[in-house]
């Protein structure tokens, strides 16, 4: 089966290139060795910014966005018992918005198979031919019978532990930090205590209060990066974040409900270059990941999208190759200003082994900085907000 594009991975960024694609008179089939039900219930990213939302809009797939979305102007910066209010809208002109990634990719799924889209789940086996030559070849199984794509370009949208990634590596430089710390994560059914997102400073560690709905909690904690999940029952969970939420002289707490997932995650930050070889392009969590601090990895991944659409609609449609020459040093612009105000959240926000109590006030005195100084503030929003 011959395509123009063959697209690894069904997630937002496999999907919405499919879709984009489309939009531009371009024929893609995507891959997912998982099944449709295990994509659309994953869990991930829920911080859209305003470019994200943007694009969704321009490509005809926000109507439900736009109607269950929770648009938040600014967020709290909460340490040493206080509460202080960025108004990321007032300083950018810009805003996030709360919609869990799991929803955008039921939105983009919905819309490709409406609109005749070829997308395969619970395939198997994928192995990519000679991605130098000018028709590369994925070959996997699919309902029991061997198949193979013949495209002129293969997008790898499949994550850090797909096929195309493996296919780059040792072909280039990675970039690489794990941090000595990781993120416990519950969903509770309980409605926010709050109207936008908490970002607490402890001595006993970092904690975030998110949501998902006007019914669902979101919340972190930072623990030991060795941390079991099992040693977290659902009452020591609430205690330890009652405990850093906690505002001076008041009882404040997050409102507590049933919590039906928690999990834990490591922290990291990874980059690998170039994002190509030949007809392989890669996109998200195939070439870099952020530690989730700055709510950038889906966010990353669309703008990589944007812009590997536009590349190949130029090359595809109109023969012109300078945009698919350029495409790893214009998603690097973008990639590396994230890593670094993911880093710079992720430093000013946790508590690192060994740190000392002069460590930490300084991490007081940077977080005084932000919310003190309109130039800090808007450095951070414009960031944030992206």
């Given amino acids: 089966m011959h395509t123009q ?3 690894i991975g069904a997630g937002p960024a496999g999907l919405l290139l499919s879709h984009l694609l489309h939009l531009n008179g371009i024929s893609s089939v995507v891959l997912e060795r998982h099944s449709r039900e295990y994509v659309q219930q994953r ?20 109507a439900r966005l736009d109607r269950e979305g929770l648009r938040h102007e600014g967020i709290e910066l909460r340490f040493d018992g206080e509460g202080h209010r960025v108004p990321m809208s007032d300083l950018t002109g810009r805003a996030i918005t709360v919609y869990g990634q799991q929803k955008v990719v039921e939105d983009l799924t919905d819309r490709r198979l409406a609109d005749g889209g070829e997308i395969r789940f ?67 059914e309980a409605a926010p205590a709050v109207d936008e997102l908490i970002y607490c400073l402890h001595e006993r560690g970092f904690a975030l209060y998110s949501m998902r709905s006007p019914q669902v909690s979101r919340l972190y904690l930072q623990v030991d990066e060795d941390e079991k999940i099992e040693e977290w029952p659902d009452d020591r969970i609430w205690h330890e974040l009652a405990t850093r939420f906690r505002l001076a002289d008041t009882d404040w707490r997050p409102n507590e409900g049933a919590i039906f997932e928690k999990g834990i995650t490591p922290m990291r930050s990874f980059v690998f270059e170039p994002m190509q070889r030949g007809r392989l392009l890669l996109a998200g969590d195939a070439a870099h990941i952020v530690p989730p601090t700055g709510a950038k990895g889906l966010n990353l991944a669309v703008n990589d999208v944007r812009l590997m659409t536009r590349a190949l609609d130029a090359w595809l449609n109109q023969g012109d190759d300078t945009l698919v020459e350029r495409y790893t040093q214009a998603a690097l612009e973008r990639v590396w200003r994230a890593q670094h105000f993911s880093w710079w959240m992720t430093s000013m926000l946790h508590r690192f082994p060994g740190d000392d109590p002069y460590q930490h006030r300084l991490q007081i005195a940077q977080l005084r900085n932000v919310v003190d100084s309109t130039a800090y503030a808007t450095a951070l929003s414009e960031n944030y907000v992206g």
Avoid: K, M, N
């Fill in 5 to 7: 594009v063959g697209i």
């Fill in 43 to 62: 869990v991930r990213a829920g911080v859209l910014e305003q470019g994200t939302v943007d694009i969704l809009r321009e490509a005809g797939v926000a």
């Fill in 122 to 188: 619970e395939v198997s086996d994928v192995t990519l031919g000679d991605i130098d030559t000018s028709r590369p070849t994925v070959d996997y199984i699919h309902e029991g019978r061997h198949e193979q794509l013949v495209c002129d370009v293969v997008a790898g949208c499949d994550g850090f532990h797909g096929v195309s990634r493996q296919a780059v590596e040792g072909q280039g430089q990675t970039y690489e930090r794990t941090y000595p710390f990781a993120w416990l994560g519950i969903l509770a």
